[in-house]
């Protein structure tokens, strides 16, 4: 998702094939069928939901969960509480949930859950539903669960909601009685305080029943296109509908989530690429969204590079829907807000695009582990971005290095005294700015470093096999290390220890540079806190240049040369404990023009200004 920034920032078609199995990452499967009918005069539903839901895991489970997202918009919940007493609130949130009038809260009121044919017993704890089984599912098995359900679509607030600031009608995320995930951790049954989501991959089969006159944007692929018209119908066709209501039928395979929107102005458009893809757009037509008919074109080249880089993209379509707050991942959708000049528009699409690599296909934890969301997605986003502009299909000359903004804005606000470690839940981070700094900017930064310790060639295999590997099965951050050390053949735990497990900075400095009988000796300083490899590179009198490359003693190796490197040189491995490293150069100091630790900018070194002697 795309975030505002915050008061402490400095700055039907394809189904697809589950993935295989391995003993230690077992999946679970849910099978949902709802029917919807919605009355846009009180924005309240009434929901029938089928759930069937497989239980892989070697556990007998007792209990269930289902998540009860509405239930965060009313005075009083963990949302509003937590939102009042942040040091730093989301202005989108502030105190407007603790000021809601009663027919402008969210809801949803269980009226019956039956288990198996059987009613269960259940109690409502905020937005957590807690059911107690009088039969319990075993490994292997597949159970029935039905509910039904009321529901009340609260003012847009955050995420979800009825009339937004641009005024869209309906933005229906966390819509629906959610079950929660479990997983070889066990439940994860988090209230939702606007942050991440988990969720089990599964078949969604959606009926939703509203007024004739709004037209919907949803996950899946529409299933009765020539009954509801509104930019859907066959080409020439005009529906004539008749009554008052229609009913839009959705499918869509093996997806952790279903999202829709729904509004009466909405033009919709379809871009169909060479591989089949459909780019869907939603949007109210008007002089501040000019720039959404120029969108799917460049989206269209955004995904021949992603594509080719991060892996396919396993569906058969995607959807821009303008709505919510920011931008909002979702699968084979995505909620953005739609008022843009056409920049902001491709860059917000890009972030949500992405997301259905890390989150939707890869599906990580992202409560536990947000960070392998949002920042592996605002590390490819800048990296998609510049693509388009090297290509001039954005306007704009493309960065040196797209991610030196990255590089900065998190160095300047880990010396604030804000950070906290990338371990920490999502949910329990004391600022807004520690976990929008630390899951965006320190996530981005950890594939960026990640690209300069291993070398670009490991990384470009690597971020390809963790796609390939790991797709459908909720990877966590051991799982993409290991990925990575078997492609570089290098030791990477040690990096993911101190840089997500710690807030330990990086400074390494030159210290001195001495001429000792025509040879120069060089001594490096590691002042910091983190140990890293370093890349030295000497630039001679003569204009040529060489690489020393030092690889620290845990690696148990070094990276090979990357292609635009000049001459490249190993040299013995630096004891991590050490924190000084002497080498010499076979040459006197004279023959010296300047000597730069890092000059790929890479590496987060805190203290730049120690990074170079120049003659």
């Known amino acids: 998702m795309k975030i505002k920034t915050l008061s402490l920032l400095f700055l039907i078609g394809l189904h697809v094939i589950p993935a295989l199995s391995q003993p230690d990452r077992w999946q679970q499967r849910v099978v949902y069928k709802?029917?919807?009918?919605?009355?846009?005069?009180?924005?309240?539903?009434?929901?029938?939901?089928?759930?069937?839901?497989?239980?892989?895991?070697?556990?007998?489970?007792?209990?269930?969960?289902?998540h009860l997202y509405f239930n965060a918009f009313q005075p009083g919940s963990a949302m509003d509480v937590r939102s009042r007493n942040i040091?730093?609130?989301?202005?989108?949130?502030?105190?407007?949930?603790?000021?809601?009038?009663?027919?402008?809260?969210?809801?949803?009121?269980?009226?019956?859950?039956?288990?198996?044919?059987k009613p269960v017993k259940y109690v409502v704890e905020g937005t957590i539903l807690e059911v107690e089984l009088q039969s319990p599912i075993l490994p292997g098995e597949t159970s029935l669960f039905e509910m039904k359900f009321s529901s009340q679509v609260p003012i847009h607030i955050r995420r979800s909601g009825r009339d937004n600031s641009e005024g869209?009608?309906?933005?229906?995320?966390?819509w629906y009685p959610k079950l929660c995930e479990y997983d070889y951790q066990g439940w994860h049954?988090?209230?939702?305080?606007?942050?991440?989501?988990?969720?089990?991959?599964?078949?969604?089969?959606?009926?939703?029943?509203?007024?004739?006159n709004y037209v919907i944007g949803a996950t899946g692929y529409l299933q009765n296109p020539d009954e509801i018209g509104h930019g859907y119908e066959s080409e020439g066709q005009k529906v004539k509908h008749k009554g008052k209501n229609l009913t839009w039928h959705f499918v869509a395979p093996n997806v952790h989530d279903f999202v829709w929107s729904a509004d009466r102005d909405y033009k919709h458009t379809v871009y169909k690429r060479k591989d089949g893809i459909e780019l869907h757009c939603f949007y109210q037509p008007g002089e501040r969204t000019t720039s959404w008919a120029e969108l799917p074109a460049i989206m269209d080249k955004a995904l021949d590079y992603i594509q080719s880089r991060y892996g396919p993209y396993p569906y058969k379509q995607y959807s821009f829907l303008q709505g919510g707050d920011g931008g909002m991942e979702y699968p084979m959708a995505t909620l953005i807000t739609g008022n843009r000049p056409l920049q902001s528009l491709v860059g917000v699409s890009i972030h949500e695009i992405m997301h259905s690599w890390y989150q939707m296909i890869l599906g990580t934890n992202e409560s536990l582990y947000a960070w392998m969301d949002e920042g592996f997605t605002d590390y490819t986003e800048s990296e998609?971005?510049?693509y388009l502009r090297k290509e001039k299909i954005l306007p704009g000359a493309p960065a040196p290095d797209p991610h030196a903004g990255q590089v900065s804005g998190y160095t300047n606000f880990a010396k604030s005294g804000y950070e906290e470690p990338l371990i920490t839940h999502a949910d329990h981070f004391q600022t807004n700015a520690a976990y929008s700094v630390g899951a965006y900017t320190k996530g981005a930064l950890f594939l960026h470093q990640l690209n300069y310790i291993i070398g670009k060639q490991a990384f470009d295999r690597?971020?390809?096999?963790?796609?390939?590997?790991?797709r459908f099965k909720h990877p966590n951050v051991n799982d993409f290390i290991r990925v990575m050390e078997k492609e570089s053949g290098l030791e990477l735990d040690w990096y993911k220890e101190y840089w997500v497990n710690t807030t330990h900075n990086i400074d390494y400095g030159i210290k001195s540079v001495t001429e000792i009988v025509g040879h120069t000796q060089v001594i490096l300083q590691n002042e910091g806190l983190m140990p890293m490899p370093l890349d030295v590179v000497v630039t001679y009198t003569d204009g040529s240049k060489e690489v020393y490359n030092i690889a620290l003693d845990i690696m148990r190796g070094n990276k090979p040369a990357e292609p635009d490197q000049v001459k490249y040189n190993t040299l013995p491995d630096w004891p991590w404990v050490n924190p000084e490293y002497t080498f010499m150069l076979t040459v006197p100091k004279d023959k010296i023009a300047n000597i730069v630790i890092d000059p790929s900018g890479r590496m987060v070194d805190f203290n730049k200004g120690n990074n170079s002697y120049k003659k």
Do not use: C
Not at 194 to 199: S, T, V
């Open 34 to 66: 709802m029917d919807i009918a919605f009355d846009v005069a009180t924005h309240r539903f009434e929901g029938k939901q089928e759930l069937r839901y497989t239980n892989n895991s070697p556990d007998t489970l007792s209990k269930v969960f289902y």
């Open 87 to 117: 040091l730093d609130p989301d202005s989108r949130v502030a105190d407007r949930i603790f000021n809601l009038k009663p027919e402008e809260t969210g809801y949803h009121h269980i009226n019956s859950l039956f288990h198996r044919g």
């Open 168 to 174: 869209i009608d309906y933005s229906m995320a966390q």
């Open 189 to 212: 049954a988090n209230p939702y305080i606007a942050r991440e989501f988990y969720g089990v991959w599964g078949d969604f089969e959606i009926r939703i029943t509203i007024d004739k």
């Open 384 to 386: 998609v971005a510049n």
């Open 462 to 470: 690597g971020m390809l096999r963790y796609y390939y590997d790991w």
